[in-house]
């Protein structure tokens, strides 16, 4: 599984982006896939995963009610629709896929695999 992640750039506080990450590999469709973030000076963090049918998601609390993730498997393509953006948001974010349901293991990390990060910013 090969993914590639876009979407990213500078926005201010409050404001909105969506992060897309195209998938390729014929056995994407056996994989769950998700959003993780690493803001300058931190460890990678959990931020959201999506079942390959879209039927169950999973978030961080600290973007619970503010991100939304979601799949269109026509186009091998998951979402972050990324609202009411804060500065602690700044990260580079990377997507992920694993074999794992969505939920709590995904906190853990150590995905199957990872794509090329792609850098938000928000200013204040």
């Known amino acids: 599984v090969q993914l590639q992640a876009s979407g990213g750039g500078l926005v201010q506080a409050g404001g909105s982006l969506r992060l897309s990450c195209a998938a390729s590999g014929r056995t994407f469709s056996s994989y769950a896939m998700g959003w993780f973030r690493q803001a300058p000076g931190k460890e990678r963090e959990f931020v959201a995963a999506?079942?390959?049918?879209?039927?169950?998601?999973y978030y961080a609390d600290s973007v619970k009610g503010r991100f939304t993730i979601s799949i269109d498997n026509a186009k091998n393509t998951v979402y972050l629709q990324m609202n009411s953006l804060k500065p602690e948001d700044t990260a580079v974010y990377y997507c992920a896929a694993d074999t794992r349901r969505p939920g709590t293991s995904w906190q853990r990390g150590g995905m199957d695999y990872w794509g090329k990060g792609t850098l938000v910013t928000v200013s204040s």
């Open positions: 999506i079942s390959r049918s879209g039927g169950s998601t």
